[in-house]
Nanobody
Framework: QVQLVESGGGLVQAGGSLRLSCVVSGRTVRRYAMGWFRQAPGKEREFVASISWSGGSTYYTDSVKGRFTISRDNAKNTVYLQMNSLKPEDTAVYYC????????????????????WGQGTLVTVSS
């Protein structure tokens, strides 16, 4: 049984930073792309960032480019999201997930492609 456990969320003022972590258990993800998604109240879950299986390629939604950085530690089966210059519109529950096809670059991550999710971690940015 795959488990995804996100952590690191919290309340932060606009302009602040947070670092999210996601540990995957029940599955080795070193050969799979990984990604972050978020869901704001009343909105659909959306793609935020992804990283290729090798870590050599990263992808971001336009609204976070230059502010967020995704990284991974395959030895720890963990993916991170460093979030800087946070804005109130970044407020959401953040989720991670791992790709289904090995050796993928993660360029086509879509929340609709995943069935299993963790509990997420809430990020609240105050103005």
């Amino acid at each position: 049984q795959v488990q995804l456990v996100e952590s690191g969320g919290g309340l932060v003022q606009a302009g602040g930073s947070l670092r999210l972590s996601c540990v995957v258990s029940g599955r080795t993800v070193r050969r799979y792309a990984m990604g972050w998604f978020r869901q704001a109240p009343g909105k659909e879950r959306e793609f935020v960032a992804s990283i290729s299986w090798s870590g050599g390629s990263t992808y971001y939604t336009d609204s976070v480019k230059g502010r967020f950085t995704i990284s991974r530690d395959n030895a720890k089966n963990t993916v991170y999201l460093q979030m800087n210059s946070l804005k109130p519109e970044d407020t959401a529950v953040y989720y991670c997930n791992a790709g289904k096809k090995p050796f993928s670059n993660g360029s086509n991550f879509n929340a609709r492609d995943f069935e299993v999710w963790g509990q997420g971690t809430l990020v609240t940015v105050s103005s």
